[in-house]
């Protein structure tokens, strides 16, 4: 079966006289087939640019003929324009055309009028549909590439019709951008509508439902042997980001936006800094994530018990989950534990009932969960990125009403006097997610060793919070730092 392709400007007379001339080959010859691309006048220097790129071609002028070869496979081979065309079709199969100009034109002008309606009925149908937005900052990190999928899916967002992923990296080029958003439409999976991705801040956070923050690995780019002068040049980069973060958050997104930061790095200053510049969006909006350390625990706990680590649950992390964190286990409970007491499966006992080892817990365990993920990382040359963008997909499923009353989570969230902690300062405690909306868990006791400990952990945020304030110098309320230049290292 031979097949024709036609490509040209939508109102081009001479695309029009070619499309008379395949009709009428295919009368002649019915297994003869012809596909037609109509492109608008202003995309089609573009359009003929790239493809003739993609195929090895050289060619300036519209129509783009070219012959596919369906039953060998392969790419295309070009015939040529117009008058490449007809002598083609006159060599092979003494087929001419002889249209009159007067034609030709008519027929250009009605494949235009013809091309911009159909322009116009996407673009109502587009309009149509109110696409939930995913914003995903340092997309082209590892933990991006486990999110991605499950971003996208009716499991994560069950009420969600279709989703709109925009993926933006600062610190990376363009090109492998393209290359991830190719890989992501490659998915074909039947939620997501468009995938975008950006390199600046001109759109950033337009219209955003979802904002994940993945930024990581800070480095001003110059080689220091002073540690703490190279911590200010850290904090002073975040700093310089997330104030104009929380900015375009407060102007641009969504007033409903949900704002999840992770990562092992001044988590809890950046979510700061978003509170702080994102006046107009609540502060139960903005959470980071402790979901990775908890789990990290669960299976710590899950060894010494010899269980799944699925088998536990409720661990709480509270402080400072990126330095003088607890884990606390008064709410853990074990499922299946093979001990003197057995029950079905849905029955559960308190994990420290079964866990007598008291200096193990307040000293071997604490320090076992520090370095879980270090040991993780050394073993496979790479961050726990799988791990991280699991404890995402946790904390989204329940904000989105996916998870049972009773389950517990651990979330650096703005303090306002919670266990008589000091107000203003991102802290991990324990919450609750009913219906999409979290609370603070006060179901738990607070003794004055874990209350001592949680000073600690605010004060070590205080003092760098207060480094990354101080570093700031604050311009007009309309000043922009996009000419800022960050150097951005993912943690690999």
Request: with cysteine; aromatic share 8%; proline share 3%.
């Amino acid at each position: 079966m031979a097949k024709i392709v036609l490509a040209g400007r939508a109102d081009c007379a001479l695309y029009a006289k070619a499309e008379l001339l395949a009709d009428t080959l295919h009368r002649s010859l019915p297994n003869f087939t012809v596909h037609r691309i109509s492109i608008l006048p202003d995309e089609w220097k573009e359009w003929l640019e790239a493809t003739c790129k993609r195929n090895g071609w050289k060619h300036e002028e519209s129509p783009l003929v070219w012959r596919d070869l369906v039953d060998q496979g392969g790419k295309g081979m070009l015939v040529g324009g117009y008058s490449d065309f007809l002598e083609h079709c006159q060599d092979y199969y003494n087929i001419t055309s002889d249209m009159p100009t007067d034609v030709m034109l008519s027929v250009a002008a009605e494949n235009l009028e013809t091309k911009m309606n159909l322009v116009d009925e996407e673009q109502h149908r587009l309009s149509l549909i109110k696409p939930l937005h995913v914003w995903i900052s340092s997309a082209l990190s590892p933990a991006c590439h486990f999110l991605i999928p499950n971003v996208i899916s009716a499991e994560l967002f069950p009420h969600v019709s279709a989703i709109s992923l925009h993926l933006l990296d600062l610190d990376r080029n363009e090109e492998e951008l393209q290359q991830l958003r190719m890989e992501t439409e490659d998915l074909a999976l039947h939620l997501l509508h468009q995938v975008t991705v950006h390199t600046d801040l001109e759109q950033a956070f337009q219209e955003a439902d979802v904002i994940l923050l993945l930024d990581e690995g800070w480095s001003d780019g110059t080689k220091s042997e002073d540690e703490e002068e190279k911590k200010k040049k850290t904090v002073k980069a975040i700093s310089d980001r997330y104030r104009e973060y929380g900015q375009l958050i407060d102007t641009r997104a969504n007033k409903e936006v949900k704002v999840i930061v992770s990562g092992d790095s001044f988590a809890h200053l950046r979510c700061s800094l978003l509170l702080d510049n994102a006046r107009r969006i609540d502060r139960h909006q903005f959470v980071t994530t402790a979901t990775q350390l908890e789990n990290e625990a669960r299976a710590v706990v899950a060894k010494k018990l010899k269980v799944k680590t699925s088998d536990v649950a409720n661990v709480l992390v509270w402080g400072n989950i990126n330095g003088s964190f607890y884990v606390d286990l008064q709410r853990a409970k074990v499922f299946n534990y093979d001990g003197a007491i057995k029950g079905p499966a849905f029955y559960s006992q308190p994990v420290d009932k079964i866990l007598y080892e008291r200096k193990w817990l307040e000293t071997d365990f604490q320090d076992m969960v520090r370095c879980r993920r270090a040991a993780v990382a050394s073993k496979t040359c790479r961050a726990a990125a799988m791990s991280l963008a699991n404890g995402i997909v946790t904390v989204l499923k329940a904000w989105n009403g996916i998870c049972g009353p009773d389950e517990v989570f651990s979330m650096a969230v703005l303090c306002t006097g919670y266990y008589d902690l000091p107000d203003g300062i991102v802290l991990s405690v324990p919450i609750t997610f009913v219906d999409g909306k979290w609370s603070v868990l006060f179901d738990v006791t607070v003794g004055e060793e874990l209350k001592e400990r949680l000073h600690l952990s605010a004060s070590e945020l205080r003092q760098v919070r207060n480094e990354g304030y101080s570093s700031i110098h604050f311009h007009s309320d309309k000043c922009c730092y996009y000419s800022n230049i960050w150097s951005f290292k993912n943690a690999s």
